[in-house]
């Protein structure tokens, strides 16, 4: 697995965008944790990240 390239941009010059992530896949090894995962966070929005201990939830936000 290559490494993770984590960017975060304001999409298309909108500000109400605050971050925005495309194709991003993480993991430990040969062990995936987050696979082509799309992430789009606007002004305002709440987000809840729920899952079993080892699902990937403080990766996401690291």
């Known amino acids: 697995m290559a490494p993770a390239t984590v ?3 304001v999409a298309g ?3 109400s965008v605050l ?6 896949t ?3 090894g040969p062990q995936p944790v987050l ?3 799309d992430l789009r966070l606007a002004a ?3 987000v809840a990240l729920i899952g ?5 939830k403080s990766t ?3």
């Open 44 to 46: 305002g929005e709440r």
């Open 13 to 15: 010059g909108d500000p």
């Open 7 to 9: 960017g975060a941009s």
């Open 60 to 62: 996401c936000c690291d």
């Open 26 to 28: 993480f993991g430990y």
């Open 19 to 24: 971050v925005e992530l495309g194709g991003l």
């Open 52 to 56: 079993p201990n080892g699902a990937g």
């Open 35 to 37: 696979v082509d995962l």
